[in-house]
């Protein structure tokens, strides 16, 4: 069994191994995007985003008392 073990081991290290070698780079933009973005784009990114940050907090609030019950 701690055969079967080790060699897991050492097939699971093999890669880490050789991802140590590869150089990564970022993806940098230095110019405009090619199409910028409405008043109408932004406004319903920022409701999204803020939906998604402050709802679960707003429900969880808001159904606070169903919560406190022992059932």
Do not use: H
């Not at 999204?48 to 707003?58: D, H, N, Q």
């Not at 969880?60 to 919560?67: D, K, Q, R, V």
């Amino acid at each position: 069994m701690s055969g079967i073990l080790r060699g897991l081991s050492t097939v699971r290290s093999v890669p880490v191994v050789r991802s140590v070698t590869m150089s990564q780079r970022a993806n940098l933009a230095n110019r405009a995007a090619k199409d910028p973005l409405g008043p109408a784009e932004t406004a319903i990114g920022l409701t999204l985003f803020s939906l998604a940050i402050l709802g679960p907090s707003g429900w969880i609030l808001a159904n606070l008392e169903s919560y406190k019950k022992k059932e």
